[in-house]
């Protein structure tokens, strides 16, 4: 492997995707800090004058709170649902469970623009205006697979010898799930609702079929877009790109410590002999 | 009257009979091992008794009260598992509150501290309070199990093969741990199992089971010497069993013979490898060595006999004068150590 990657061609190849990848956003960091107006280079140097201009603008603020008040309602309400099915579908043995999991998983394969489409004539059909409800709804069904994805990727290896424990030692079954399942999944919902959080939060497509007069910070770009390329949304961007990642990067931890926990904890099943 | 009556309780899996009609009493302060092999329905029935498993026939009581459709939160049993199941977001402390705090009598804190130290005491890891369940062994992690059964002060302890996922050396250590846990509380064990050495050294009681039926419920000496079927004689300690005909108080054996009075006809003759003697070849039973196995104590042959389809399964004490493959021998039946079992 290494003596490959040492191959000039393979070097200059790595770089030209690294830097295809990158660059860009670099790019948008870079020029949300930019003194002047000026999107090209060369650079004229540091300010925060367009964080200052984006920052006390009242659509701005407003659409930020929009985003801000979808993405908690997605994530807790993805929460709630998504916990409630992925423990009942953990619970599901034999046939019945790859059936069931498909069902809930399907709707990732699905195009956004299928799922907005579908969801604007669903709406109006059952007489729903369109508003930041209709976008929560929207955004659950969105991100809810995801949720569910994760979190039974976890509860499948729960330790089932676990839960006989507890009901043995006197738990009843909402006793067991509070006081051992519980602890032991935390971690990863709290990991599955930064991701469904910021999936929600600059989630464009399917909002863009389902929002009324409302915006949203995606919707706010997009519409700065249209009229002329402000400075001020690549301060916009950085912003997303950074709440973004820090949601990422907490869900990654979350689920790396859980993970040692849990292999730290209890012998691996079949593993034979312990000393 | 006996702290678990079990009545006719059949298990049915599909097309799998796990149990077979099972009627078995537990009395009070008794070690009583279910033992057989794999998939002979031991562990299911001691699942039954947990509340594990709801039987589809039959009845479960325990200390007088009917428990067959009870949840296992309701009953006065616990369990220890066959892997050591800690609570990995709790330390050992916690792990051995865990089902004094459910109790309906919430014990106060100090309380519960007190008794969490007594059961550590009683398995012998004073001081071990705030550990993780990864700072510990397996033999460790099996005993923070065992004191987090018994701090409940149950009626009856299950154990399911505790011991199994343990290895050889910590295992010995545990049955002295484990004789001595049911001598100082009292409790009634039940005690699932597929190594008969365990169970010979362990049970005031042994249920042999096989097919989902209980073969023979004896203390483990009888169990031994008296074993009610060939299948429990080849099980617990792997005694030869031969298949033979009684003509007029006596078996023909290579050569030689073995007088037996009791029955007549086929039979099944069961010795014991280490209570037959080898002789200098000449009169009696004459066989040929086919294998020598060392064992420390003493040697195991295996020797082939004129007649017999199985080897004879031989083992004589290191004092005696070693053989090589190929020798002749005699062999020396004492009838007093043979029994003989009705074969139809």
Partial sequence: MTDRLRSPGTMIATLIVLTFLYAPLMIVVLFSFHSSGGLSLPFEGFSLRWYEDVLLKDEFRAAALNSLIVAVATSVTTLLVGMLASIGLSKVRGRARPVLGALFFVPLTLPGLFIGLSLLVWFSRIGLPPSLATVTLAHVVYVFPYFILILMAVLTRLDPTLEETAADLGANPWQVFQRVTLPQIWPIMLAASCLTFALSFDEFIITFFVIGSDSTLPMYIWSQLRRTVNPGINVISTLLLAITMILWAVAFIALLRSERRRRASVPEAGKGVIA | ?344
């Fill in chain 2, 1 to 344: 009257m006996s702290l678990i009556r079990l009545q006719d309780v059949r298990q049915q899996y599909g097309e799998v009979r796990a149990l077979d009609g099972v009627s078995l009493d537990v009395e009070e302060g008794e070690f009583l091992t279910l033992l057989g092999p794999s998939g002979c329905g031991k562990t299911t029935l001691l699942r039954v008794i947990a509340g594990f498993i709801r039987p589809t026939e039959g009845s479960v009581v325990i200390d007088g009260a009917d428990v067959t459709g009870a949840p296992a939160h309701r009953r006065p049993v616990n369990m220890v598992f066959q892997r050591p199941t800690l609570f990995p977001h709790l330390d050992v402390a916690g792990n051995i509150a865990f089902g004094l705090k459910l109790e309906s009598r919430r014990p106060s804190k100090g309380e519960i501290a007190e008794r969490v130290a007594e059961a550590l005491a009683l398995v012998r890891l004073e001081g071990y309070e705030r550990r993780r369940a990864h700072e510990l062994s397996g033999g460790q992690m099996q005993r923070v199990a065992l004191a987090r059964a018994l701090v409940k002060r149950p009626k009856v302890l299950l154990l399911d093969e505790p011991l199994s996922a343990l290895d050889l050396k910590i295992r010995l250590g545990m049955e002295v741990e484990l004789r001595r846990v049911h001598r100082e509380t009292g409790a009634t064990f039940v005690y699932v199992t597929h190594d008969q050495r365990e169970a010979l050294a362990l049970s005031d009681r042994i249920a042999v089971f096989d097919s989902g039926r209980i073969i023979q419920l004896d203390a483990p000496d009888l169990v031994y010497r008296r074993p009610a079927d060939p299948f429990v004689a080849r099980f617990v300690g792997d005694a030869n069993v031969l298949s033979v005909e009684v003509r007029s108080g006596a078996v023909a054996l290579g050569g030689g013979s073995v007088a037996v009075a009791e029955l007549d006809g086929p039979c099944w003759l069961v010795v014991r490898p280490e209570t037959i003697a080898l002789g200098a070849a000449g009169a009696g039973i004459r066989g040929e060595v086919v294998d020598v196995a060392f064992r420390g104590t003493g040697t195991a042959y295996r020797l082939r006999i004129e007649g017999l389809e199985e080897h004879l399964k031989v083992e004589v004490p290191g004092s005696d004068p070693p053989r090589s493959i190929g020798d002749a021998v005699s062999v020396v039946v004492d009838p007093v150590n043979c029994l003989l079992l009705r074969r139809s």
